[in-house]
């Protein structure tokens, strides 16, 4: 519930055959491949990667303080 995938990745994951479950998967066993840091709007940023299901998959997250408490949003992702 406190994790968002943005609209432009729900398209491209439709496009790119990329199923969600690649995607948490990637986020519950990857490893950072783009350390934590702060963007140019104060969120929080990094991206993990993760070998799953014959592709190597690179997730990008934003961290966001809501009003509803903080969330992460799949922000990107990468096939490689």
Do not use: M, Y
């Not at 729900?10 to 496009?15: A, D, F, N, P, Y």
């Not at 929080?44 to 299901?53: D, L, N, Q, T, Y």
């Not at 997250?61 to 509803?68: D, I, L, P, Y």
């Amino acid at each position: 519930r406190r994790l968002v995938f943005t609209e432009s990745v729900e398209s491209r994951l439709k496009r790119r055959r990329i199923a969600r479950r690649q995607v948490l998967e990637t986020l519950k066993n990857g490893l950072v491949s783009e350390p934590l840091h702060q963007d140019e709007l104060g969120d929080w940023r990094c991206a993990v990667s993760w070998f799953h299901a014959g592709a190597r998959l690179t997730v990008g997250v934003t961290f966001k303080a809501g009003e509803c408490g903080e969330l992460a949003a799949v922000t990107t992702v990468l096939e490689e």
